[in-house]
């Protein structure tokens, strides 16, 4: 397969001998030029790989490349206005997503075997749903984000992406200390709650049920939506961007130009009570998910969006389902289950408090699906 412009940003000399590695443009490497998907950063060379990717190449995986993201990982599109927009091999013509979108686009155009991203909205479960691959947010601060551009910190993640679960699981066993996926039986054995099946498009919403039927302890669950939390998210962006952006406005693109300038304008008096909302989001969801092993949900309400895609205009949809757990800090799972409308692939979220149970049934459901039975 020819390799589709926009994808990678830079690429090592020389590649190594492992499994091959899409490493997304947030993450310093050492001697390979690294972006942050930024025109202030394009000739900015690391001294020291990330943690993250350091853990990789020495478990056996090889850096293949440097992937294309939305400008400083701040969008749900990667349509990046200084190194060009990420095709979606899986689906031409429309978005791969973002912010990670060059490394799930680097698994559906069959350049790499896994891939690093990072997650502060959704930004490893979107792409993975958009490219019809596997996502998975592990549990805040469970995957080191030690040589990584931040965009919100307490709500920034890093994890990996891959074709399968079980590439989300060899990942995660490097990426972490001790990481054992417990032994899960069958889905049978699962409380599982579904929720905000109904937020989604009909064909998205058929293939979601269908697969919660899979389990035979699902049932449907008033799971709350966050509210009011916008500016704790905000808050912390600007904080990140306050010197650099006002020192180097001119050098942002119009669309993440608009939202720093909007994070700037966020008052103390609204961050503060925008924290305490999420305080007691985190309470509300603690009551709501008691009883139950794993949550069910849409990843996406929709597939893949067509390009030319605004992502101000997209940006609320394509977080609604995912924001949620940076809110909480709990891992989530995006993993195809199906095609939806116009015969582009839907995902489906499992969530749950334990990253561990959560891959585990992820592996089961996928296998199910394959085969359409528990």
Known sequence: MGEPDGIFLARPERLGKGVRLAVKDLFDTAGLTTTYGSAIFADHVPDRSAEAVLRLECSGYANVGKTNLHEFAYGVTSTNPHFGTVPNPAAPGRIAGGSSGGSAAALAGGLADAALGTDSGGSIRIPAACCGVVGFKPSYGLVSL???FPLAPSF?????????????????SHLTDNFQPPTIGSLDELEVGVAWVDQAEPLVRMQVAGAASLFARAREVDFPLPRGTGPAFMGEVAAVHRELFAENADLYGDNVRTKVELCLEVTDVELQRSIRAREEYGERCEEAFDGLDLLLTPTLVCVAPALPADDLELREAMIRLTIPFNLL???ALALPCGPAEDGLPASIQLAGRDDSLVLAAGALLEAALKRGTP
């Open 329 to 331: 800090g709990w891992p």
């Open 156 to 172: 920034d993640h890093a994890g990996p992406l891959a074709q399968t679960v079980s590439g989300c699981v060899a990942m995660m």
């Open 146 to 148: 030690e040589g990584c």
